[in-house]
């Protein structure tokens, strides 16, 4: 990260955020939440910010609240997610939200998308300027 970057992280739990915290904790230019993920989207503080990356990890930020991580998108921000192959954790019937996900995604009018085969399988998604 450039010096005029920050980060924004959100955890749901304390012991993974304070892993982060040990490695990233005494640099100025990152937070580090520690709550629920849709929750901190739907945040009237979170609504006045824009970021121009966002990796949406967890389901709130791809299936719940996925709009609502977009409406936080930058024109021209990156959009990633991943995950997109089947997982041994997944429920059943899964894979049918995974799908209706990625054709949502390449279909939405604010986005430019593509899905790479790669890793767990993963899309990077552009929102337009």
């Not at 930058?74 to 959009?79: Q, T």
């Not at 054709?103 to 986005?111: F, G, K, V, W």
């Amino acid at each position: 990260m450039n010096a005029e970057a920050t980060l924004e992280t959100v955890e749901l739990e304390e012991r993974f955020s304070a892993a982060a915290q040990r490695l990233l904790g005494q640099d100025s230019r990152v937070t580090l939440h520690v709550e629920e993920g849709e929750q901190w989207l739907r945040d009237p503080v979170q609504r006045t910010k824009k970021y121009d990356l966002i990796f949406a990890d967890t389901w709130p930020r791809k299936f719940h609240a996925r709009e609502a991580a977009l409406d936080l998108l930058a024109p021209g921000g990156i959009y990633f997610i991943d995950d997109l192959f089947p997982q041994a954790n997944w429920p059943e019937g899964h894979q049918a939200s995974v799908d209706r996900l990625r054709a949502e995604l390449e279909e939405h009018p604010d986005l430019v998308s593509t899905f790479l085969p790669w890793a767990s399988g993963v899309m990077v998604c552009v929102r337009r300027a």
